[in-house]
């Protein structure tokens, strides 16, 4: 059916020219950074910025393109020429939807707990759940291994869970988001106590 074909290719366009507005600041300090030089104009043109383009008319949630832009910056403020890792935070990106990032920020310490207003066996806390265990399956969060959680899983407790960033988590995070810094998180949880319940250390004997 090829009105429909159209259709959709019209207002994928038009979202995407939107988009390119409502983020006309961004772009400009990426234009600039781009116009620098600090990074290969080729490795951008045909490395990076086709995946960004293609992700900013496809992304299905405005709320994210904040998101993938930030990383974008990030490129050049870092001087990052990995192609690998960067393409891989873009994947990582693409897999999450915006209420998945928002609950990611919650653990880096950039958001407040959406989850504590949600009643107990209710769909939102069920959604949570599946949340955490994407997240987790993703490894951008780990948690403390008790027996709690090996009894409950996600279902345990926020004390007996613990959870933290992995050191994937954390780059990712710092990948798309400029108010996030590794060394303070790190600092904010030095000291947090053990949680109980920890399940022991097997030791392999010969």
């Given amino acids: 059916m090829p009105y429909i074909g159209q259709f959709e290719q019209t207002r994928k366009i038009n979202r995407a020219e939107r988009r390119i ?25 045909e490395k990076i910025g086709p995946i ?5 008319i496809e992304e299905h949630e405005d709320a994210k393109i904040r998101y993938l832009l930030g990383g974008f910056e990030n490129v050049f ?25 928002k609950y990611l920020h919650y653990y880096a310490g950039l958001e407040n707990d ?45 004390e007996s869970l613990r959870t933290e960033l992995t050191k994937y988590g954390k780059n990712f995070v710092a990948f798309i988001s400029k108010e996030f810094d590794i060394s303070h998180y790190e600092e904010s ?18």
């Fill in 21 to 45: 507005k409502e983020n006309s600041v961004t772009l400009k300090r990426i234009q600039q950074l781009f116009l620098s030089g600090e990074l290969s104009q080729e490795f951008i043109q």
């Fill in 189 to 206: 949880i030095k000291d947090r106590e053990e949680p109980e319940g920890l399940l022991p250390k097997l030791k392999l004997t010969e």
């Fill in 52 to 56: 960004v383009l293609s992700d900013l």
């Fill in 77 to 101: 403020i870092d001087k990052n020429t990995n192609e690998s890792l960067i393409i891989n935070y873009f994947d990582t990106l693409r897999q999450l939807r915006y209420i998945d990032v």
């Fill in 114 to 158: 959406e989850k504590s207003k949600y009643e107990k066996d209710s769909k939102e806390e069920a959604l949570y759940l599946q949340i955490y265990t994407k997240l987790e399956r993703l490894y951008l969060i780990k948690h403390a291994s008790t027996f709690d959680y090996f009894d409950f899983g996600p279902e345990s407790s926020e």
